[in-house]
């Protein structure tokens, strides 16, 4: 089992940024990617961005693309998801969870290729 503990999350008003951190107590995450997913109100979940943090490489969801960035400290057993330029449409709950290496890259995107997942943080970007 691993547990997932997201921080970070808060109020921010538009064109302000944020960075949201995702780690696991006493585990590494270089065995897994590791992706953060969205939540709005009345809506699906939705992948933003992902990470295998071994090779550090990156997948993001398009409309994410230009304003956030993932990034991984293997050292912090940490993955961080900044946001910039937010906007009230990127008012959600932000959801880190992590799969077990060796799934296609398509996994990455979907609820269903994660094996664990954190609590969530509230992201709300209002003036």
């Known amino acids: 089992q691993v547990s997932l503990v997201e921080s970070g999350g808060g109020l921010v008003q538009p064109g302000g940024s944020l960075r949201l951190s995702c780690t696991a107590p006493?585990?590494?995450?270089?065995?897994?990617?590791v992706g953060w997913f969205r939540q709005a109100p009345g809506q699906e979940r939705d992948s933003v961005a992902a990470?295998?943090?071994?090779?550090?490489?990156?997948y993001y969801a398009d409309d994410v693309k230009s304003r956030f960035t993932i990034s991984a400290v293997n050292a912090k057993n940490t993955v961080y998801l900044q946001m910039n330029d937010l906007k009230p449409e990127d008012t959600a709950v932000y959801y880190c969870a992590a799969q077990i290496l060796g799934k296609a890259v398509s996994s990455y995107y979907s609820l269903d290729g994660y094996d664990y997942w954190g609590q969530g943080t509230q992201v709300t970007v209002s003036s």
């Open positions: 990470i295998r943090s071994y090779e550090m490489n990156t």
């Open positions: 006493g585990r590494t995450f270089s065995s897994f990617v």
